[in-house]
């Protein structure tokens, strides 16, 4: 059956198919700015494109090129390098390889090709002087180069911004794209080339506009066009990135290759924490590392992350990892009951569910239905086929908590005992003793946690 995808240019649900003559569904997905750990919302698009990555794998076997960037050099990476005293490659190195150990602990498949911006600055150069010569770019004293949004009169296509805020001769009132230098002709235009100034230290490269460093729009349209072409099948990332990236993407491509960028276009929504939107203020930004070290596995946090449907918001929170971890334990048990010798194939439900735009939460609906029925006869081949498509690794368990001292333990279970007595206040009064002797206790439905209170 057909995959089918919403896409968020034509707002409409279409089958993927690759469009050239070989045959190649070809696959571009927003890769992340490593200059520090990725957090779990950004493994939640992560994710979600690898889900959709597997689906694709399937639908098109062998014939799927994967492509996603490293953003290597911008403000952010800069910043850092300053700050840290570490020249700017030894600080984007670190950080690349824990996000590809952090991938692949969350069994993601690497993609077929993963071009950083700073070994791709040839190309950038050559986008930005077609876009200049066709009239779609200009210089600023300061050797800067911007794009010119009024040129392109598709702008505002994918985000609709055009109707909403957009207006040519002022700058965006909702949303200022960057924070650029003041010689932009119109506060809508966005940076190309970005001219050197003191703060990048030696972080530049040489140009027909002098030394500088490529804006951030370009490094994406330039990697895009030089592994996969003009014209690809799909573009994905979060929803964050529809604008302005994504709408920015599509005008520098489209005036630069004077063809369709992508023909289809997918982004997945925020993951909120607790109901509220991640940040560190709020204590509610976590890293894999973080929950790891928690006690959760890397698996636990993946099921989480696909249990909602990624064009909805999903609140994660530590009870949604508790119930992940007891699924994957069902799982891993019904799976120990399939032989070789099984035959049926009850597994269709999920793989529509998973085709009609990535329905997670139908699938794994569908998923336990199957499993609450018991494992007569069914096929091991046809269930490992739908652990491959959800990327689920039952051989993998939760890390093993921090050494619980015996008193703490008798402790927690004598107030745990109290509770299902239904002595709410013995167990009141036990809650505390654990408080104070440093423990804190989470309860659940089928028993409960202990941790640390962070001091």
């Known amino acids: 059956m057909a995959i089918k995808l919403h896409d968020s240019l034509t707002r409409e649900t279409r089958e993927l198919h690759p469009a050239q003559p070989d045959g190649v569904f070809r696959f571009y997905n927003c890769g992340p700015t490593v200059?520090?750990?990725?957090?779990?919302?950004?493994?939640?698009?992560?994710?979600v494109n690898d889900l959709l990555r597997r689906l694709l794998e399937l639908e098109f076997p062998g014939k799927v090129k994967h492509v996603r960037n490293l953003t290597d050099v911008d403000d952010k990476t800069i910043r850092r390098s300053r700050?840290?005293?570490?020249p700017l490659g030894d600080v984007t190195k670190q950080w690349t390889d824990k996000f590809h150990a952090d991938c692949a602990a969350l069994n993601c498949l690497p993609p077929h090709v993963e071009p950083a911006a700073t070994t791709h600055i040839p190309e950038q150069i050559d986008m930005i002087s077609i876009l200049e010569k066709k009239g779609h770019a200009y210089r600023t004293e300061d050797g800067s180069v911007y794009f010119?949004?009024?040129?392109?009169?598709?702008?505002?296509?994918?985000s609709r911004v055009k109707e909403r805020e957009l207006k040519v001769g002022s700058a965006l009132s909702a949303k200022p794209q960057t924070h650029d230098a003041d010689e932009k002709e119109d506060g809508s235009d966005f940076a190309l080339w970005k001219g050197h100034k003191p703060d990048d230290g030696d972080v530049f490269w040489p140009s027909p506009w002098?030394?500088?460093?490529?804006?951030?729009?370009?490094e994406c349209?330039?990697?895009?066009?030089?592994?996969?072409?003009?014209?690809?099948?799909?573009?994905?990332?979060?929803?964050?990135?529809?604008?302005?990236?994504?709408?920015?993407?599509?005008?520098?491509?489209q005036c630069c290759n004077g063809t369709q960028f992508s023909r289809h276009w997918y982004h997945s929504e925020h993951l909120l924490v607790d109901g509220k939107k991640m940040s560190k203020s709020l204590g509610n930004l976590y890293t894999l590392d973080d929950l790891k070290a928690k006690g959760f596995s890397p698996a636990a946090l993946r099921y989480a992350?696909?249990?909602?449907?990624?064009?909805?918001?999903?609140?994660?929170t530590l009870d949604s990892l508790h119930a992940a971890e007891s699924a994957l334990k069902t799982l891993r048990a019904f799976r120990s009951q399939l032989t070789p010798a099984g035959?049926?194939?009850?597994?269709?439900?999920?793989?529509?569910?998973?085709?009609?735009?990535?329905?997670?939460?139908?699938?794994?609906?569908?998923?336990?239905?199957?499993?609450?029925k018991g494992a007569a006869n069914i096929s091991a081949v046809a269930f490992d086929r739908v652990l491959y498509a959800l990327g689920l690794d039952l051989t993998e368990v939760a890390a093993p908590k921090a050494d619980i001292p015996a008193d703490i333990a008798a402790l927690a279970e004598k107030r745990w005992a109290a509770k299902q007595a239904k002595d709410f206040a013995a167990a009141d009064a036990l809650r505390k003793e654990l408080t104070a002797a440093g423990w804190s206790m989470l309860d659940r439905k089928d028993g409960y946690s202990l941790e640390p209170v962070k001091k």
């Open 305 to 316: 992350l696909l249990a909602g449907h990624p064009r909805k918001q999903l609140n994660f």
């Open 210 to 218: 002098g030394q500088g460093r490529p804006g951030w729009h370009i």
């Open 83 to 86: 700050e840290e005293h570490r």
């Open 343 to 372: 035959t049926d194939d009850p597994f269709a439900p999920i793989f529509t569910a998973l085709n009609d735009d990535l329905n997670t939460a139908g699938t794994f609906g569908a998923l336990f239905t199957i499993v609450n």
């Open 148 to 158: 010119k949004v009024s040129s392109y009169d598709g702008y505002g296509s994918l």
């Open 35 to 47: 200059y520090a750990a990725a957090h779990i919302g950004n493994f939640r698009t992560f994710v």
């Open 221 to 253: 349209s330039a990697m895009s066009k030089k592994h996969l072409g003009d014209t690809i099948d799909l573009h994905t990332g979060g929803v964050d990135l529809l604008f302005p990236h994504h709408e920015n993407e599509i005008a520098q491509s």
